[in-house]
């Protein structure tokens, strides 16, 4: 059974640093994509960013247009734990943040679809 929790979440002013932590327990079955998708009320399931670590060791990352260049996926495979990154947080960043992963190459990297394990969601609040 595979488990991911999510933590980081909380207040941050606009402009200031934000960072999400997210630990998988359990084994996931073959390779591992993770990512990190965000939801704001009365809005789908958008996806911000996703890693996948290749059998060389390469990290491949995507990212959504409207965080790319400020949004940092990482991932650490020892510790089973994939980071959200930003030393610029926007009030539009406002939203739960969740994680997942799949076990199988998703067939769009940031599409909800293509994930089998998700967090319970962490919410994070950005202010003026």
């Known amino acids: 059974q595979v488990q991911l929790v999510e933590s980081g979440g909380g207040s941050v002013q606009a402009g200031g640093s934000l960072r999400l932590s997210c630990t998988a327990s359990g084994e996931l079955p073959g390779r591992k994509f993770m990512a990190w998708f965000r939801q704001t009320p009365g809005r789908e399931r958008e996806g911000v960013a996703a890693?996948?670590?290749?059998?060389?060791?390469?990290?491949?990352?995507n990212y959504a247009d409207s965080v790319k260049g400020r949004f940092t996926i990482s991932q650490d495979s020892a510790k089973n734990t994939v980071y959200l990154h930003t030393d610029i947080a926007k009030l539009e960043d406002t939203a739960v943040y969740y994680c997942?992963?799949?076990?199988?190459?998703?067939?769009?990297?940031?599409?909800?679809?293509?994930?089998?394990?998700w967090g319970q969601g962490t919410q994070v609040t950005v202010s003026s």
């Open positions: 997942a992963a799949a076990s199988r190459p998703p067939i769009l990297a940031l599409g909800v679809q293509g994930y089998e394990y």
């Open positions: 890693i996948e670590r290749a059998p060389s060791g390469t990290y491949y990352t």
